[in-house]
């Protein structure tokens, strides 16, 4: 027995109630999508994870982290580390 098929009565007992049949697929359908917005189009949600990053600073992030690399390869070889 589960709330699920019976109900409260409102005495204290509960009350069974019919099992409806329903298309499981309409129950996963939500008014904010697909077919209940105009012309069937998805709505247009924002990612908070996903912030862009802009075009200059990733430039200069690689320009740096190339640089960088650059300097450690040339100082590791020029101290003889890695000879």
């Given at each position: ?5 019976h ?9 069974p109630?019919?099992?409806?049949d ?10 904010r ?12 949600l ?11 600073r ?13 300097v450690?390869l040339?100082?590791?070889y ?6």
């Amino acid at each position: 027995m589960t709330l699920r098929l019976h109900r409260p009565d409102g005495e204290g007992g509960l009350e069974p109630r019919p099992v409806t049949d329903q298309d499981w697929q309409n129950q996963l359908r939500s008014p904010r999508w697909g077919r209940a917005l105009r012309r069937d189009r998805l709505p247009e949600l924002a990612n908070p994870e996903m912030n862009p990053t802009s075009r200059l600073r990733s430039v200069l992030f690689w320009l740096v982290l190339g640089a960088a690399t650059f300097v450690l390869l040339v100082a590791g070889y020029g101290s003889g580390f890695w000879r």
